[in-house]
């Protein structure tokens, strides 16, 4: 298992929740930097800043051929640019949850199933 994370905070964490367990290797960088480095599996969890992930993260996802990527966005037009770049690729949305994890505001996770 591969855990990508440009935050120096959540890298640190991922690395102390996966200490010990010899399968999983942890790299705090950006996502587009190690594209190269990405291989096929069954699933990805996209967790991209609110900017979203771009099309370069998304050719590169694209590319490993993963079985289904889980998408957790914040921001509901970055999402939306995200999803057209996966469609066009031949990506479904299988299921889609949206939370209201702040209440009283604007801001809205959602969280997306994709599959070929």
Not at 36 to 50: E, F, K, M, Q, T
Not at 71 to 92: Q, T
Request: some cysteine.
């Amino acid at each position: 298992m591969l855990s990508v994370e440009a935050a120096e905070a959540s890298s640190s964490s991922a690395k102390d929740l996966f200490q010990g367990l010899n399968h999983v290797e942890v790299l705090k960088a950006p996502v587009e930097r190690i594209l190269s480095r990405l291989r096929s599996s069954d699933l990805v969890l996209l967790d991209p800043p609110r900017a979203g992930a771009g099309e370069r993260a998304i050719a590169g996802i694209d590319a490993a051929a993963p079985r289904q990527i889980i998408y957790v966005s914040c921001d509901p037009a970055s999402f939306a640019r995200d999803a057209k770049a996966l469609a066009v690729r031949g990506w479904r949305l299988r299921d889609l949850e949206v939370i209201d994890m702040y209440p009283n505001t604007h801001h809205m996770e959602s969280v997306a199933v994709f599959a070929r």
